[in-house]
């Protein structure tokens, strides 16, 4: 991409209405913008973020065995009367009424709908397990919109939901959720702690949330240090096998959410391996059994000829809060840390005297060079001040920044810049190229 024909209004103020660093700088990027309360247009660059976000959570669902698809945003709220959330979801749903008076919404989360779904196609034991998701915008009509995209009203979410014959199938779903939203958050290049959260009625020990420690965070959380250093398992981890042990070592050391928060048992945690903190719910995957096939209908007929409410499960994940998570978790003074994974970019190519014909020149090479090598490249053609483009290339925090001027040229240098260390040296451009990653 040539900036000079890209759109990246990036805003030379600091932004007054934005309380937290990831809503300061994602305005300031030019990634997005505030339409009303908690609603967000995303512009191009904070898109290619989200999209890549979205890339890697579906990419883990699809590994641990998930099937996607796509439901409305809007919903009939006859679902929602069946199940008998409809009065009790209160206003945190949006409700609608369309042009023939029938009672519509647009839905905060799927349960009703992927249940009626699953109830008009799937009859037999032998069509389980199975789990279906979606990556989708929703909407809820929170009493505080704050923090950007953090805390929307509309927002984008991945929700998966498993359907399962009994207590121990569903089990092994949940541990697949369990293991892939390690894989996930790792890759996103983010230490996320399971943490046990409530689990409402239902009960048991299959509610876990994913946590991001950061002091902005929302919720207050408790746990052991060691679990900030526990291994992730490796792309090789077979989900057909028995996932227990991963899950039962991940579990067996104390994180809890403030609502499940237990005194007694943190104290038993030796005292310099306690946490206490603040944290960002960026997941939370939750074990309800018949909670809605029950009042649904939603039955599979078993081995034996019974016809029984089938066991699910939801799960969630937070793509767009994730975008905020990112950067209050790698940033700094100057902007974004991107971690390569969801870079906007991979690498830029700086052009330190537009016009100047050996740098033009030079620059041109390495922009193509980059692509041809598959790096989503940008290209800062502008005819901006140096330090201006350096202040932008961190700013939106693209990982290589290879800056290309006429005086390194005259002995044949480049200078390659890493955001994340800061580190610059200056190279041959064949050099520069091979360090790119
Ligand atoms: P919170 O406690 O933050 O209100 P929740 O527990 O209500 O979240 P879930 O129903 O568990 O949310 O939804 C799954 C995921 O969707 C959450 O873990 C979170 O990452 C994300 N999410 C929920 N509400 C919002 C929101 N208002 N804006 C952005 N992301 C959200
Ligand atoms: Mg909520
Ligand atoms: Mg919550
Ligand atoms: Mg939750």
């Known amino acids: 991409m040539r900036l000079s024909r890209y759109f990246l209004p990036i805003l030379k103020e600091t932004p007054k209405e934005a309380e937290i660093v990831s809503h300061r700088l994602m305005l300031r990027a030019g990634m997005m913008r505030q339409q009303a309360a908690g609603i967000y247009s995303w512009l191009p660059l904070g898109l290619k973020v989200l999209r890549k976000i979205e890339g ?17 945003t809007v919903q009939p709220a006859d679902l929602w009367i069946e199940s008998g959330r409809y009065d009790d979801y209160g206003k945190e749903m949006l ?6 008076d029938r009672s519509m919404l647009y839905g905060p989360t799927n349960e009703e709908m992927i249940t009626e779904i699953f109830r008009s196609y799937v009859r037999s034991f032998r069509d389980l397990p199975l789990n ?6 929703k ?30 199938s569903a089990r092994r779903a949940y541990h697949r959720m369990f293991v892939a939203y390690l894989r996930t958050f790792a890759r996103l ?15 048991g020990d299959m509610s876990h949330e994913f946590i991001v420690l950061a002091s902005t965070g929302e919720s207050g959380v408790f746990c052991h240090k060691d679990l900030l250093d526990m291994p992730v398992p490796g792309e090789d981890v077979d989900f057909d ?21 237990d005194e007694a048992a943190f104290a038993a945690v030796p005292e310099d391996r306690r946490i206490a903190a603040r944290g960002i719910e960026v997941g939370h995957i939750f074990y309800f059994g018949t909670k809605y096939s029950d009042p649904m209908n939603a039955k599979v007929t078993t081995a034996d000829g019974q016809n029984v409410p089938v066991h699910m499960g939801s799960y969630g994940i937070g793509v767009s809060r994730l975008v905020g998570a990112i950067i209050e978790a790698s940033h700094d003074d100057n902007g974004i840390i991107w971690p390569a994974s969801v870079a906007p970019f991979d690498a830029a190519v700086v052009n330190l005297k537009q016009g100047d014909d050996a740098t033009d020149a030079m620059c041109e090479r390495l922009y193509g060079e980059m692509r041809n090598a598959g790096f989503d490249a940008l290209y800062d053609d502008t005819d901006q001040r140096a330090g201006a483009k350096f202040a932008t ?4 925090g693209v990982p290589w920044q290879v800056v290309v001027g006429p005086k390194g040229l005259a002995s044949g240098e480049v200078e390659l810049k890493n955001r994340a260390t800061g580190e610059r040296v200056s190279l041959t451009p064949e050099a520069a190229m091979n360090r790119l990653e």
Do not use: C
Request: hydrophobic residues 40%; proline residues 5%; glycine residues 6%.
């Open 393 to 396: 290339m961190d700013l939106i």
């Open 189 to 203: 290049g983010m230490q996320a702690i399971p943490m046990k959260a409530d689990s409402g009625p239902i009960g």
């Open 139 to 168: 909407f809820r009509d929170e009493v505080r919109p704050r923090f950007g995209v953090m805390r929307g009203r509309e927002f984008f979410m991945k929700d998966a939901y498993s359907f399962d014959l009994d207590m121990e």
């Open 56 to 72: 890697i959570v579906r990419e883990e669902q699809n590994r641990a065995g998930a099937l996607e698809m796509l439901m409305p």
């Open 132 to 137: 279906l998701y979606h990556i989708q915008w």
């Open 241 to 261: 096998s028995d996932l227990s042990p991963i899950v039962d070592a991940w579990t067996s050391l104390y994180a809890a959410t403030d609502e499940k928060h």
């Open 95 to 100: 409700r609608i009424r369309d042009r023939h």
